[in-house]
C-alpha cells in the first residue's frame, strides 16, 4: 500500500547523496551502483568517480531507471580515456542552475553501466531529492 507524505523535515528540503552500493565494472552492461527509491524523488545528477581508464574515446557511463515494467535510459555521459580519480557528471557543474531534475516514482530502481569500452570503470554517488508530495510503498 503506498502512502504520502508531506513533510517539512530537512530530509525533504535538501539535497542528498548517496553512493551506489557497488562500482560500475568495465565492459559490462551488468547493472551496478543501484539507487533504489521507495520513495518518489527527483534525480538532481549522477556524479561518477573513474577508477579504471577506459581505452576508447567514446567509453561512457549510462544511467538507467527502471519503473515497473518500463525501462528509460536517463542518460549517458562520455568519460573516454579519463584517468584514475577523474569525475564525470551526468548533468555539467556549470549548468546547476538550469538542470531539470528526473523524477524517479516510487518504487523504481536506477542504476549506471559502462558501455564503449572494456576497461572503464569507476564509482556512482547519486545526487537527489525526495518528492515533498511522492508516494511511499
Known amino acids: 500500500m503506498a502512502n504520502q ?4 523535515h530537512p530530509t525533504y528540503a535538501a539535497r542528498q547523496f548517496q553512493q551506489g552500493v557497488a562500482a560500475v565494472g568495465a565492459g559490462t552492461a551488468t547493472p551496478a551502483a543501484d539507487l533504489y527509491a521507495p520513495h518518489a524523488a527527483n534525480l538532481w545528477n549522477a556524479h561518477f568517480y573513474v577508477t579504471t581508464a577506459g581505452t576508447a574515446t567514446a567509453a561512457a557511463f ?3 531507471n527502471v519503473s515497473g515494467t518500463t525501462t528509460t535510459t536517463i542518460g549517458s555521459v562520455t568519460a573516454g580515456t579519463s584517468a584514475a580519480g577523474s569525475a564525470v557528471r551526468l ?3 556549470s549548468t546547476a542552475s538550469t538542470i531539470t531534475p ?3 516514482a516510487a518504487d523504481s530502481r536506477t542504476y549506471a553501466i559502462t558501455v564503449s569500452d572494456a576497461t572503464l570503470a569507476g564509482r556512482v554517488v547519486w545526487e537527489l531529492a525526495l ?3 511522492g508516494l511511499a510503498t
Do not use: E, P, Q, S
Not at 507524505?5 to 517539512?8: E, K, L, M, N, V
Open 62 to 64: 549510462r544511467v538507467i
Open 91 to 93: 548533468n555539467a557543474l
Open 102 to 104: 528526473t523524477a524517479l
Open 131 to 133: 518528492d515533498k508530495g
Open 5 to 8: 507524505f508531506a513533510y517539512d
